[in-house]
């Protein structure tokens, strides 16, 4: 089972609390669909992809972001077992949308950066270990189904 | 070869006009070692990296940063062989330094985070597109020797 410093879990409750889920998601799967292109194969019928202007005005983009991050909050609000919290949102990610599970990494990496971008010099080196522990136990719970 | 649209350069060079060596070198080598505690291997001689706190006092860790960054501006600078101007860094880093190259990307990561806790909003997709790409660039560059 994972271990959390006390300094960890509060700096995730405290990340979390301070985002906009109904931005800040949006924006981080933007970013994914602009810097990471195949990824647009995922969502066929979201309408105009075409360009960066296009993809971050996008609402059915803006939506899903939203849905992603609250998938997200489930993490946040388990923490001490986020596995078990996942394991239907690992088999639907797995059995259902087939999403190759490498996609999971390139979204937290955009996401670590809409954060960073966000809180500029508050993002210190620490806060930014404890983001990437937590987004890398989420990712590796949502690979537990796939094999 | 690798094709650099001029948009492209133009970002690369506004990025990189914007960037202090001398503050954003030693804090992404100090994030590398924070965030990714195994890479302290590389660096017995530093002395103390213990801890968070001595890392980002550490005077040796300062100076290996700015020298890390300053490579860069050779990037930069010749965009369209960025291959050939690294390939002597490259055997260094195989053939003397042992350095794993997986360790670059956490690097270029460090650095894409540091940038856009500076930049903000101003690190925008695109920004981050074309800074992903360089950055990928400069990674394929210095692992060319290593097969």
Known sequence: MVEWT?????????IFSKLDYDVAGGKALARCLVVYPWTQRYFGNFGNLYNAAAIMGNPKVAAHGKVVLQGLDRA????????AAYKELSVLHSEKLNVDPDNFKLLADCLTIVVAAQMGAAFTAEVQAAFQKFLAVAVSSLCRQYY | MVEWSDNERAIIADVWSKIDVGEIGPQTLARVLIVYPWTRRYFGAFGELSSVAVVLANRKVATHGRV??????VAVRDLDNI???YSHLSSLHRYQLHVDPANFRLLADCLTIVIATKFGAAFSSDVQSTWHKFMAVVIAALGSRYF
Do not use: C, P
Not at chain 1, 6 to 14: A, G, M, P
Not at chain 1, 76 to 83: F, H
Not at chain 2, 68 to 73: E, Q
């Open chain 2, 68 to 73: 890390v960054l300053n490579a860069l501006d």
């Open chain 2, 83 to 85: 291959k050939s101007a």
């Open chain 1, 6 to 14: 006390e300094f960890e879990r509060s700096t995730i409750q405290s």
């Open chain 1, 76 to 83: 946040v609000k388990n923490m001490d077992n986020i596995k």
